[in-house]
């Protein structure tokens, strides 16, 4: 935004909505719930950060500035640092082996003018999915559609995307993480799953729905409520 962090949150606010986005392994999709007489105004709101953000220098040292201090903390914690040492365990240098997070060395060399590369590289128009529900009729999601990104081009390529993200199959490990003074053990079990173009994928959806899936789930009765053994 122009008016960078400061000016984006007084125009969401100004509309009472709030404006979502994230970053996955996958996908960088943005959010924006707004009512029906103001989805207009939301839309072009939307449309101007996500087709202009600008990324100021003093946000980006501030907020990288506090994504080290999260990741200084996160790496104190059992759970997490054998969460991100499986990921590696599995993947290793493949794209999916990657923190989204970073870590403090990649923290560390990351600059402004890679975040620009990457928004004019990525959040490209060529490449954009847009979904609409609710209170709309087809025509005037179509128009707001329109309004928002119909004059969007961009004079950059297309970036490319990873074809094989998840790299070679590694062989098993069993990988003994020593944390002095942590009051908590994490025991983290992972192996790889069928891809989402195997046919095997919706059948395993299933299995994780009985076996975890939360409070309910099989393995969640068996090793907390029963047992006691974590939580």
């Known amino acids: 935004h122009k008016d960078g962090a400061a000016g984006l949150t007084w125009g969401v606010e100004m509309l009472g909505t709030i404006l979502r986005g994230a970053a996955s392994t996958e996908r960088t999709p943005f959010t924006l719930p707004a009512s029906t007489a103001k989805s207009a105004d939301a839309g072009d709101l939307a449309a ?11 946000e980006f040292k501030r907020s990288r500035a506090q994504r080290l201090e999260t990741l200084r903390v996160t790496m104190t914690d059992p759970v997490n640092v054998s969460w991100l040492a499986a990921k590696t365990a599995l993947y290793g240098g493949a794209p999916y082996g990657n923190h989204r997070g970073g870590t403090l060395k990649s923290l560390a060399r990351i600059s402004r003018d890679d975040l620009l590369y990457h928004r004019q590289h990525f ?10 529900s609710g209170g709309l009729s087809p025509d005037d999601a179509v128009g707001i559609t329109e309004e928002m990104f119909g004059d969007w081009v ?3 390529p297309v970036g490319r995307i990873v074809e094989e993200a998840a790299g ?3 062989p098993a490990r069993t990988i003994v993480i020593d944390m002095p ?3 908590q053990a994490s025991v983290y079990a992972a192996m790889r799953a069928p891809a989402r173009s ?13 076996l975890g899936g939360g409070s309910r789930g099989r393995l969640f009765e ?3 409520t029963k047992r006691a053994l974590s939580y």
């Open 123 to 132: 959040f490209h128009p060529n490449r954009m999915q847009i979904v609409i």
């Open 48 to 58: 101007r950060n996500i087709k202009g953000a600008i990324d100021p220098g003093e």
């Open 181 to 183: 003074g942590a009051t």
């Open 198 to 210: 195997s046919a095997d994928f919706d059948a395993l959806q299933v299995a994780n729905a009985v």
């Open 222 to 224: 068996e090793i907390r």
């Open 154 to 156: 961009s004079a950059y």
């Open 168 to 170: 070679e199959v590694l």
